[in-house]
């Protein structure tokens, strides 16, 4: 188009002249750059009206990084969900709404090592992530394990529920501090489409940062967790009776059968 000498809207102009009709500017439906002004996101706005179901599976994306942090919005660290709902776009959150309830869940834990930059400790430098599943099921049986977690380790002075601006309940076990290196570790549950993912060494990253961060909870300080019993084999499964966690697995197996194999992180 350099060489005819075409600009878009010359592209426009011969793209109806051959179809009947125009094209949107993007057949993606959530780009994060596809909603950095007004007028593309009235376009998108007006496809989701059209097609309620294709904003819902934007907003189920949204949903799963946002559980994961809740610094991830999908419009330059906005949420989408927000400006939805500020349009009152009932349909479209509606949508999502049943999307979100029929599909799989699972209890996240969630684990992040923040650490400062070298030039000024002050300021972030780079963070390192595990997640890890708990657990998979229904999103009623996975909210209600979060719930029964959340009452009984509290009573401990271990965990702090929170629900955040998201909307999001989470479950901490540590929060991040106001200073450099720090952590954060919490229990989330959210659509069971995130894989485990960690680096190799993060549990010994992990182990150096936990001994070296003060962990910190509601203003006040944290005894240290019991740690997690889980299977060094191909399972990855914690023993669960009823509780998650801390729970300690029968004569010392894993849930799988015929599984023998178990190793204790914090």
Sequence with gaps: MIEWGWFRDDA?????SVIGTGV????????????????????????????????????????????????QGLVGGRRLIDLLRADEMTGVLDAFDDVLAAKPHALYD???ILRPRKNDPTKLGNAARSVR????GTREEMDAILTRLAKKEREQGVLEREV????????????????????????????????DKEHDN????????????????????L???????RCSG???????????GGSRPRRGRCSARRCRQIRRDG
């Excluded at 599943?133 to 998979?136: E, F, G, N, T, W």
């Design 12 to 16: 426009i102009a011969y793209t109806e």
């Design 24 to 71: 949107g500017k993007s057949a993606c439906t959530f780009c994060p750059f596809a909603f950095a002004n007004k007028s593309n996101r009235a376009a998108i706005f007006a496809r989701y009206t059209a097609h309620p179901a294709v904003g819902a599976k934007t907003l189920l994306m949204e949903h799963l990084a946002l559980a994961l942090n809740p610094t």
């Design 110 to 112: 969630v684990r992040r």
């Design 133 to 136: 599943v708990r657990m998979r």
């Design 164 to 195: 955040g601006a998201d909307g999001i309940v989470r479950l901490y076990r540590h929060r991040r501090g106001p200073v450099f290196p720090t952590i954060e570790r919490y229990f989330v549950v959210a659509p069971a489409f995130a894989a």
């Design 202 to 221: 993060f549990n010994q990253w992990w182990a150096g940062a936990l001994a070296a961060t003060p962990a910190v909870s509601a203003g006040r300080p």
């Design 223 to 229: 005894r240290r967790p019991a740690a997690v019993p």
């Design 234 to 244: 191909p399972h990855n499964a914690v023993r669960v009776s009823g509780r998650v």
